[in-house]
């Protein structure tokens, strides 16, 4: 099909403008070199993969349901084994009965940090829902803040870069319990913290004060580099199961991967001291578990070109982006920021019509719990609320700044990007 041929069929196919497709496509043929660099770290990732799957001996078997207590369930055993090999830990929870990338993180930190116990956060304030549950920002009941744990935080420079120096200062004069480290911005319009930024804090953490525990928040940085935080000096890292290693097929869950002496605190206080995960039925089968990891790096690399098409082109049309579409990615989110309410609004109303579930609806803004001004999110996604398929979602304040993010194939997510500017009605 000519250059031509296909304006006209996806215009017309998808009932959109053809200057909007000219638009998009045109920059799809300029960004083929950019490309590459990408579907190269998904091929050194799916190696990676592959080697774990056939070490740890996968097998059918493996995705068989259990029930009750689930004692010698196979496929939380070997799930949970896989993760730990993927990932280099030592040891790994991975279960469709933690509910959240939030639910992962705070697990893990209350199974650390008790009274008096200095939690510092080096990369600025955690995103929203995170400061509730530790109680930043909010009177909700066991909260660590309400349990007695100090909380401090390093913020990031005038610029919105990393402060070295200051964190260094701050880990040293405080000892903190747990160095936490936030790998992607939430709504902060910043840069995402790169593998080689989380190894930097990391030396720094080891060097003054040795026995504090390194945390890292991997949600929407899996498979996004060759090397993961555990690879140089974190000591945990925590995910969601419906963002990158999910592969936008895993249905539910989360993982938490690290040294065993922390993931074996963090395994009783899941269920319950004396326990750990000896017990966990699923009585469901765990193939979509198994299936979504081994899909995860080419799913994250079509959304991660997915990002840089988006920033391209809303740069061509004169929209601030940040990331901008030549800087090396380390997450999957793309943020735009707009001039006005309206076209935040129209934006994300836009890639909700160019999804393949709920494109009929509307998406509104609303007060979404956990977040203290109102928020609007497309996701018209086959997982609920999954952050790998094609989503974006913009708090309603200044400045108007959209975050989009997935697309379980690069298509997915460049026909929802031009929906979102047709609506936009600019062209």
Not at 89 to 110: C, K, N, Q, R
Request: proline share 4%; charged share 20%.
């Amino acid at each position: 099909m000519t250059f031509n041929n296909q304006i006209s069929y996806y215009a017309s196919t998808l009932m959109i403008s053809e200057k909007v497709v000219s638009l998009v496509l045109d920059a799809e043929k300029c960004l083929s070199s950019d490309f590459k660099y990408y579907d190269d770290i998904s091929k050194a990732n799916q190696a990676k993969i592959l080697n774990a799957f056939k070490a740890e001996k996968i097998s059918s078997a493996h995705f068989n349901p259990t029930t009750g207590y689930g004692y010698s369930d196979m496929g939380r055993e070997n799930l949970s084994a896989l993760f730990a090999h993927i990932f280099n830990g030592e040891s790994a929870i991975v279960s469709p009965h933690i509910l959240s990338g939030t639910h992962a993180i705070y697990l893990v930190l209350s199974s650390f940090l008790k009274k008096d116990d200095i939690f510092l956060s080096v990369l600025g304030k955690p995103y929203d829902t995170l400061s509730t549950a530790i109680g930043i920002s909010s009177k909700a009941n066991n909260t660590l803040v309400s349990g007695g744990v100090i909380y401090k935080e390093v913020e990031l420079n005038e610029k919105k870069d990393i402060d070295y120096d200051t964190i260094e200062k701050s880990i040293e004069e405080n000892q903190p319990k747990v160095v936490y480290i936030q790998r992607s911005r939430g709504y902060d319009y910043r840069h995402s913290a790169d593998i080689i930024s989380i190894e930097k804090i990391s030396a720094i953490s080891k060097k003054v004060s040795p026995n504090s525990i390194i945390v890292c928040d991997n949600c929407y940085g899996e498979f996004c580099e060759t090397k993961e935080p555990l690879e140089v000096g974190v000591d945990i890292i925590i995910g969601s199961l419906i963002k990158n290693p999910g592969g936008g097929i895993a249905p539910n869950g989360g993982y938490i991967v690290g040294k065993e002496k922390y993931t074996k605190k963090v395994e009783e206080n899941f269920t319950a001291p004396g326990i750990g995960l000896e017990i966990g039925s699923y009585n469901a089968s765990y193939l979509p578990f198994f299936q979504g990891i081994y899909f995860a790096p080419k799913v994250t690399v079509e959304s991660i070109k997915g990002a840089v098409l988006t920033s391209y082109v809303m740069e061509k049309l004169g929209y601030e982006s940040l990331p901008k579409y030549s800087r090396i990615r380390t997450d999957i989110t793309q943020s735009i920021k707009f001039s006005t309410e309206e076209e935040l609004i129209k934006f994300i109303q836009g890639v909700q019509k160019g999804s393949p579930i709920d494109s009929f609806a509307k998406p509104m803004p609303w007060d979404m719990p956990g977040y203290d001004k109102k928020v609007i999110m497309a996701a018209g996604t086959f997982i609920q609320g999954s952050s790998i398929e094609l989503s974006a979602d913009a708090p309603i304040k200044k400045p108007y700044i959209a975050f989009m993010q997935g697309g379980l194939t690069f298509e997915a997510h460049m026909f929802g990007l031009m929906h979102a500017i047709d609506n936009m009605g600019i062209l």
